[in-house]
């Protein structure tokens, strides 16, 4: 006999239909699985004949051929047991009702199987939903741990189970299983971060600069001698980033959940992701890879914060890899037998020291290292990815009486306040274009909404002509202009708000012009 089961697989963020024809025909007793299972999908015929033994039904020796179809694309991952096991069961018709079919039609499989009969959570439920919800399924049966997860997504009917004999008796109306209903959910909780920017003495321009660079999405590197605050100035970003609109929100949960990274009892991310990996990280675990492609660091900080800390201390060939993805905002991972793109729209913020002893440049202590030594340590740091940064920003010590100062600095509320005023300012102006922040504008976009006076005209071709800028240095000034002028409430950008923005382009000239 034959039966048809419908399951949902990934390629990446999105998913497919798998149609899982399962055939039980008398014959010489054979267990076969095809249509390009990979090795987690051939051992589900191990899995699912011992829980079906271990779930009180008969495992009848026969000739059993499972097809995954499409056929021409590789399954995997463990997500088809319980289709598979739920179509044996179908075909020995152990589950048999007057409206079996018409259930199955709109009903969709998702679930690992253990040996006992126990149904174990699995990961990239959330993106696998919304594609059901796409091709018009109206039910998903799927393990209890996922429903929390899949009740995110509205119209569509979620079944939460934990036994393969519910199931069974579900599909046999023997028993009622209540369906979870939808939790999607979009209020912001106070947040309690443990860095704020009141515990942060002084570096006021250092605090503007990363306001600025919250504002507009934009990429910021930290530089100055040891001690002087970089690394707690960036931990004390996310306090002040902008809240996450529900289509982002919706995004980053997608990612995580294929990497089974989500809070169970939590599952949709309502804050901004915040990745510091060390400085020892690959090149696959940055941008992603593996055998099964998997989202790396840069697509788990998506819409959120890519920190390295420490930067001269990367891998030079890991650091370079990042410069297609800054620019592009998704990387493409290749394989023999596929290619998946996933999105990596992040913040790219950096600190480091300007050389190897720390202080060349400060005010406070000599710099003891040659000429050749500070050249060297510098240019680990190449000129297209420097480039690619909106914001340089040098970090000077505190003094002892700034630190020693008992009045308290401003609040990272209060200047998230200002941020998310700025960053509504430019979801609206760009709704039709969908996309969140100026540092996402388009050429064309930035003629359009990024336009100068003369007077703003000649001071940046100045400036161009001075420092030798670069065609994405002046773009990236543009970016910054429109940002500042957002946060002072100006629909124009004024000869204030290019002098800001082109003051955070002249520090490399400073280190690496040298």
């Not at 409206?99 to 009969?117: A, M, P, R």
Request: proline share 5%; glycine share 6%.
């Amino acid at each position: 006999m034959l039966s048809i089961i419908k399951s949902v697989a990934l390629h990446g963020l999105d998913g497919y239909l798998v149609s899982i024809q399962v055939d039980v025909s008398p014959g010489l007793p054979s267990f076969e699985i095809v249509g390009l299972p990979d090795t987690s999908v051939k051992e589900a015929k191990e899995r699912v004949k011992t829980a079906i033994k271990n779930s009180e039904e008969e495992f009848l020796s026969r000739r059993i051929i499972v097809n995954l179809s499409p056929a021409n694309i590789k399954k995997e991952g463990s997500n088809f047991d319980l289709a598979i096991a739920i179509g044996i069961l179908v075909a020995n018709g152990n589950i048999c009702t007057s409206n079996l079919e018409l259930i199955l039609k709109d009903t969709i499989f998702i679930g690992e199987l253990s040996l006992d009969g126990r149904i174990e959570q699995v990961k990239g439920v959330l993106p696998i939903c919304i594609e059901a919800k796409n091709l018009g399924i109206k039910r998903i049966i799927l393990p209890k741990g996922n429903a929390k997860e899949a009740s995110i997504i509205d119209n569509i009917e979620i079944i939460p189970v934990s036994y393969l004999n519910e199931v069974k008796d579900f599909l046999n109306n023997k028993i009622d299983i209540q369906n979870i209903i939808n939790q999607k959910s979009h209020s912001y909780p106070d947040l309690l971060y443990p860095f704020d920017f009141s515990d942060v003495k002084g570096q006021e321009n250092v605090k503007r600069a990363l306001e600025i660079a919250a504002a507009g999405g934009h990429n910021c590197l930290l530089i100055g001698s040891p001690g002087s605050g970089k690394t707690m100035l960036a931990k004390c970003l996310p306090s002040i980033l902008p809240d996450l609109t529900f289509d982002e929100s919706l995004e980053v949960t997608k990612i995580h959940s294929i990497s089974g990274l989500l809070n169970e009892d939590n599952p949709l991310i309502l804050t901004r992701p915040f990745r510091s990996p060390h400085h020892t990280i690959t090149e696959t675990s940055l941008i992603g890879g593996g055998r099964i492609p998997k989202p790396g660091e840069i697509s788990l900080a998506h819409y959120g914060v890519l920190f390295l800390d420490e930067l001269t201390e990367f891998n030079k060939s890991t650091l370079e890899v990042l410069r297609g993805p800054i620019e592009d905002k998704k990387v493409t991972i290749s394989r023999v037998n596929s290619s998946i793109t996933y999105p990596c729209n992040f913040m790219f913020i950096a600190s480091m020291n300007p050389c190897p002893c720390g202080y060349f440049g400060s005010k406070e202590k000599k710099c003891s290292c040659k000429e050749e030594q500070i050249k060297k340590y510098i240019n680990k740091i190449s000129g297209p990815l420097l480039d690619r940064i909106d914001i340089h920003i040098e970090v000077d010590g505190i003094k002892y009486d700034k630190l020693g100062n008992p009045t308290p600095s401003e609040t990272s509320a209060e200047i998230r306040k200002r941020v998310n005023i700025a960053r509504n300012l430019q979801l609206d102006r760009y709704k039709k274009y969908h996309i969140f922040s100026n540092s996402e504008l388009t050429p064309s976009l930035i003629n359009k909404y990024c336009k100068l006076s003369q007077e703003c005209n000649l001071i940046l071709e100045s400036a161009f002509n001075r420092l030798g800028l670069s065609a994405r240095a002046y773009s990236r000034i543009l970016k910054v202009a429109r940002t500042i002028a957002d946060l002072d409430d100006s629909s124009d950008i004024k000869v204030s708000h290019l002098a800001e923005a082109i003051q955070y382009r002249s520090l490399d000239r400073k280190y690496w012009k040298r």
